[in-house]
T-cell receptor
Framework: DQQVKQNSPSLSVQEGRISILNCDYT??????FLWYKKYPAEGPTFLIS?????DKNEDGRFTVFLNKSAKHLSLHIVPSQPGDSAVYFC???????????FGTGTRLTVIP | DAGVIQSPRHEVTEMGQEVTLRCKPI?????LFWYRQTMMRGLELLIY????????DSGMPEDRFSAKMPNASFSTLKIQPSEPRDSAVYFC????????????????FGPGTRLTVL
C-alpha cells in the first residue's frame, strides 16, 4: 500500500515558468516531509524539507507547501531552469522513526 | 568525503544465480538503508540497520533476499536465487542521528546498482 503518492508521473514546463510538483500522503502520523531530486545514473539527493509545524519552507527558487488537513504537499520551482530537469521524489517520515516512505516520483522536463 | 559507495554499478545475471550487492556508507554514519527502485512502486525501503544491527526488514520481499552489515563500513544485499522480477535499481543510503529534537536526519544515497536478471 503506497502511503506517499505522486499521481503525476511526468511534467513539462517552459524555462522561466513555475513548476509545481504535487504529493499526497495517507498516514496522519507523518510529521516530516522531504523532496529529493534524482538525475539519471545517480542516487537521489536531498533538496528541501518541511516539518509539520510549518506550512511553508523556502530555499532560493524552491518552496515547499504543506497542507496537513488535506494531507498534501507541493514543491514549487520558480523560475524553472533546464538544469532542474530530473525525477523528483516526495518522502515522509513519522516522529521518532528513522525510515522514509517515498512516492513513485515525477519526471520534470524544463524546456529551453 | 567520497559519499556512499556501491558496487557493482551494473549487474547482469541469469535467473537462478546468486547476486551480491555491496555498499560502503559515509564514515561516521550510524544508519544504513537498502532501497529498491521500480517504476510501479518508486523507492521501496527493503531493510535498514542502526549501528550494524538490522532494525526493520519488513520490506524485504521474500526469503530469497538477505542483508548483512558485518561492520560499520560495509553492507551486502544478497539475492539467491535471483528471478527476472528482481530486475531494478538498488540503492544504499546512510545517515546519522544528531542530538536534539529533530525528528529526522537527511539520508545520503549512493549511485545505485542496476540489476538485470535474464
Amino acid at each position: 500500500d503506497q502511503q506517499v503518492k505522486q499521481n503525476s508521473p511526468s511534467l513539462s514546463v517552459q524555462e522561466g515558468r513555475i513548476s509545481i510538483l504535487n504529493c499526497d500522503y495517507t498516514n496522519s502520523m507523518f510529521d516530516y516531509f522531504l523532496w529529493y531530486k534524482k538525475y539519471p545514473a545517480e542516487g537521489p539527493t536531498f533538496l528541501i524539507s518541511i516539518s509539520s509545524i510549518k506550512d511553508k519552507n523556502e530555499d532560493g527558487r524552491f518552496t515547499v507547501f504543506l497542507n496537513k488537513s488535506a494531507k498534501h504537499l507541493s514543491l514549487h520551482i520558480v523560475p524553472s531552469q533546464p538544469g532542474d530537469s530530473a525525477v523528483y521524489f516526495c518522502a515522509a517520515s513519522a516522529e521518532g522513526a528513522n525510515n522514509l516512505f517515498f512516492g513513485t516520483g515525477t519526471r520534470l522536463t524544463v524546456i529551453p | 568525503d567520497a559519499g556512499v559507495i556501491q558496487s557493482p554499478r551494473h549487474e547482469v545475471t541469469e535467473m537462478g544465480q546468486e547476486v551480491t550487492l555491496r555498499c560502503k556508507p559515509i564514515s561516521g554514519h550510524d544508519y544504513l538503508f537498502w532501497y529498491r527502485q521500480t517504476m510501479m512502486r518508486g523507492l521501496e525501503l527493503l531493510i535498514y540497520f542502526n549501528n550494524n544491527v538490522p532494525i526493520d526488514d519488513s520490506g524485504m520481499p521474500e526469503d530469497r533476499f538477505s542483508a548483512k552489515m558485518p561492520n560499520a563500513s560495509f553492507s551486502t544485499l544478497k539475492i539467491q536465487p535471483s528471478e527476472p522480477r528482481d530486475s531494478a535499481v538498488y540503492f544504499c543510503a546512510s545517515s546519522f542521528r544528531t542530538s536534539g529534537n529533530s525528528s529526522y536526519n537527511e539520508q545520503f544515497f549512493g549511485p545505485g546498482t542496476r540489476l538485470t536478471v535474464l
